[in-house]
């Protein structure tokens, strides 16, 4: 019996040991905890986005200009002239610097997918051989290589005309430099080759090294009530509640006319993984341009993407573009379950033509109409010929439905 209290204390002292033990290993774990928070925290801090870094960002870019490292046809406007003038920084994300621009009085926005210009990878060919002896043949097989790597298209050579139309000059080096800083950024290449053919991107203004600039325009907000701020394309005093539904009308249609463009008149259909009100903008007529395409792909690059393993079909999902697993061989279908239509129904459409919208401007059973087209249009579809013509439906009924809204609007004048 004696025994017992010794065996207690033993308990006990085993009992603090191990509590001491685990009190050790908590502290060293909030420790290793807390060093990582604050690595987070400090890179998130360093990619706030700050006049003074901007400031600096564009002083090493002119820096680099002198030296004769790159060069561009705004370079002398930013640098010499003092034409083109900082505003304010939009934003930094994931190493993507956006600025705000006054280019000889006019709003211009400057990206570049990196800060610095020797962040990008250097064409080795530069330091090999004299740069004039280079093949202009030769530098556009390298300009397509890139061009395919990026969206995967093949493109001949008179098809290379908005990426490729230097002529040597005394700074010829700089100029390929420069060229192949831009074509390392997927976003540069679309605007470049879309913009004679599409009204539905970004026009391109310049560039100045690994920066292009483009034209300015408001983005749109989810938290905004309409989605896009439209006092800055029909004006302050056509904002009232009519001039308001007409316009909503108007850039739907265009967001319609939009989709059948992407889907039809490229050599591949044109794929948006990343449909939002932020990554579209509205011009002074009205258009829906696609302002942020990092996440847009064109059919084969799309179906490398999806075309990956899975489990089942949420692994199949890329933002915006689903796809569906095959659980017999484990892969997911290089085929897009879903579509860009789809999508702007649900994400754009559902906000526009709610419950919560309906008004006296328009018939109460059309825009019960609408309101059903709408909800049809954002339901997943099937794939392949089905798929199709239930897209093809969709598409057709809510034109139909848009262009007698737009009737409806007028005769009520």
């Known amino acids: 019996m004696r025994g017992i209290p010794g065996f207690k204390r033993l308990r006990l002292k085993i009992w603090r040991r191990c509590a001491l033990l685990l009190l050790l290993l908590w502290a060293a774990c909030w420790v290793v905890v807390s060093a990582a928070l604050f690595l987070l925290h400090g890179s998130v801090f360093s990619e706030r986005c700050t006049d003074e870094k901007s400031h600096r960002i564009l002083a090493r870019l002119c820096l680099d200009y002198s030296s004769g490292a790159l060069t561009g046809d705004l370079c002398e406007d930013l640098c010499v002239a003092q034409k083109l003038v900082y505003k304010h920084c939009l934003y930094y994300d994931r190493g993507k610097k956006v600025i705000q621009a006054d280019w000889r009085g006019q709003p211009i926005i400057l990206k570049s997918k990196k800060e610095i210009f020797s962040s990008y990878q250097h064409l080795s060919m530069l330091e090999e051989v004299e740069t004039r002896d280079i093949p202009e043949t030769e530098l556009l097989l390298m300009v397509a290589l890139e061009v395919k790597n990026a969206l995967g298209l093949e493109l001949s050579n008179n098809s290379m005309g908005p990426l490729w139309t230097k002529k040597k000059g005394p700074r010829w080096k700089a100029q390929v430099a420069s060229m192949w800083s831009l074509l390392q950024q997927e976003e540069y290449i679309y605007f470049s080759l879309l913009q004679d053919f599409s009204k539905h991107v970004l026009r391109i203004i310049g560039s100045c090294g690994h920066f ?11 938290w905004h009530k309409t989605l896009f701020p439209l ?13 308001r539904v007409r316009a909503i009308i108007d850039i739907a249609l265009s967001f319609l006319d939009m989709v059948q463009h992407f889907d039809n008149d490229f050599s591949h259909r044109l794929h948006l993984c990343d449909i939002k009100p932020e990554n579209f903008a509205i011009r002074r007529d009205l258009t829906v341009v696609a302002i942020d395409v990092d996440m847009a792909f064109f059919e084969p690059k799309m179906r490398d993407i999806l075309e990956q393993k899975c489990t089942g079909d949420e692994d199949c999902n890329f933002f915006d573009c689903f796809s569906k697993c095959n659980l017999k061989i484990r892969k997911c279908g290089a085929q897009r379950a879903n579509n860009n239509l789809q999508v702007i129904c649900d994400k754009i459409f559902r906000r526009w033509f709610s419950p919560d919208l309906r008004g006296p401007l328009v018939s109460l059973p059309l825009q019960l109409q609408l309101q059903k087209a709408v909800q049809e249009c954002a339901q997943p579809g099937h794939t392949g010929a089905t798929g199709h013509q239930r897209t093809l439906k969709s598409l057709s009924e809510l034109y139909h439905l848009l262009r007698v809204t737009q009737r409806e609007l007028r005769g009520a004048e």
Not at 213 to 218: F, I, M
């Open 212 to 222: 292009y600039a483009v034209e300015y325009l408001t983005a749109g907000h989810a």
């Open 231 to 243: 006092e800055n394309v029909i004006g302050p005093s056509l904002t009232g509640h009519r001039g």
